[in-house]
Every structure is written in C-alpha cells, then in structure tokens.
T-cell receptor, first 115, second 115 residues
Framework: GAGVSQTPSNKVTEKGKYVELRCDPI?????LYWYRQSLGQGPEFLIY????????DSGLPNDRFFAVRPEGSVSTLKIQRTERGDSAVYLC?????????????FGPGTRLTVT | GDSVTQMEGPVTLSEEAFLTINCTYT??????LFWYVQYPGEGLQLLLK?????DKGSNKGFEATYRKETTSFHLEKGSVQVSDSAVYFC??????????????FGKGTHLIIQP
C-alpha cells in the first residue's frame, strides 16, 4: 500500500518568505508527527496530532511555525518569515494511533533551503 | 528532558565483522526504545524495537536488548554485509497515555561496510 508522502520534495525560498509543507499519512493512521532534521543530526520532534487536534506542540521552535490537520488526514506545516536557520529536511511520520510502542512510518521528507 | 546518546561515526568495518553500536538514554518513566535505519537515498525505517526492560528486539540479523539497569540499548550484528551500510539512529518514546509521543533521536551513526 501507499506509504507516507510529502510534497514538495525540495523547496528553495528566500529569507522572509512564507512556506507550506504538506504531508499525506498512511490511510487509516490517526497519529501524525512532524520532525526536523538538520545536517549530521538526528530528527528533532516538532509536533504531533491525534486526529485533528495537536496533542503536543512542545517541539515547535517559535511562533513562526504552525501546523494544521483540519480533517484528520493531510497535514500542513506552515513557516512564516523564514530564516536561514530554518534550512533542514522536514520529515512527516504517521502511526496507527498514538502510543509509544506503535511504529512510526516516515515519509521521504521535504528539503527546505532558505537563501 | 529525554535524551539519547549514541557512538559517533563513521564506523568502518570489513564484511563479516561483528558490529556493535552503543546507545544509552535518559528518560522519565519507562520508555519504548527503537533503532531506525536510513539507507542511502531512502527514508527512515524501523529496524527493531523493545517496549520493556529485558525485551530483545531483532530483525534482519540485528539485535538489541533493553537494559534498564544500564539505560542502554546497544545494536549488534554477528556478521555484517556491504548492504548494511547506512545511518543508524537510536530513539526512544516516553509516551504515557496522554503525554508527549514524539520520538527522541540520537545523532545517528554512519556505518560503512567494506567488501
């Protein structure tokens, strides 16, 4: 079956611009996660959704970052007034439901470059 | 907060050598522990997991045992192959039925197997 998909695969934007990154989870998965991976580092948790609500957004670095999941399926990560330090690979993952033992399935990521 | 420490890479071994990648963690409560692998050009995928103390996760010849007394989850394989060349990430989840469910990752260990 289809895995987690993310679009675009690459995004280049200028400093100060607004960007949206999209994630399509595996069908039927109620939990959805966003991570950020900088070069040479492990993924860093940003936010997770259980259904439509953000159950934990403690990893969002500041109020320029926001994510939505209005119908409990597709999610969009939104970054306002981008900065060069936002350049990273943004990963999305989904799992059948929330719970530490459930496997998270990762998408291929969106590589964001802020010039 | 939660943290994961794993050995720095790159680790270079000859084919059929024995592999150990060390991983130790700090967490509240009783986390679930994971090893994820990222093959060249591919997304993160779960390699194995353990959800309670003394559990052993295994897959594709790799093993790791959840050691609560030493807060460790070292990855081992008896005889590595060139196809095992990848980046390996140790991770934990401290989900507690309503608390944070994002994974905390180590920095990753780049494994290179030479024929």
């Amino acid at each position: 079956g289809a895995g987690v998909s993310q679009t675009p695969s690459n995004k280049v934007t200028e400093k100060g611009k607004y960007v949206e990154l999209r994630c399509d989870p595996i069908s039927g998965h109620t939990a959805l996660y966003w991570y950020r991976q900088s070069l040479g580092q492990g993924p860093e948790f940003l936010i997770y959704f259980q259904g439509t609500g953000a159950a934990d957004d403690s990893g969002l670095p500041n109020d320029r970052f926001f994510a939505v999941r209005p119908e409990g399926s597709v999610s969009t990560l939104k970054i306002q007034r981008t900065e060069r330090g936002d350049s990273a690979v943004y990963l999305c993952a989904s799992s059948l439901t929330a719970g530490g033992s459930y496997e998270q399935y990762f998408g291929p990521g969106t590589r964001l470059t802020v010039t | 907060g939660d943290s994961v420490t794993q050995m720095e890479g790159p680790v270079t071994l000859s084919e059929e050598a024995f592999l150990t990648i060390n991983c130790t963690y700090t967490a509240t409560g009783y986390p679930s522990l994971f090893w994820y692998v990222q093959y060249p050009g591919e997304g993160l995928q779960l390699l194995l997991k353990a959800t309670k103390a003394d559990d052993k996760g295994s897959n594709k010849g790799f093993e790791a045992t959840y050691r609560k007394e030493t807060t460790s989850f070292h990855l081992e394989k008896g005889s590595v192959q060139v196809s095992d060349s990848a980046v390996y990430f140790c991770a934990l989840s401290s989900y507690s039925g309503g608390g944070a469910d994002g994974l905390t990752f180590g920095k990753g260990t780049h494994l290179i197997i030479q024929p």
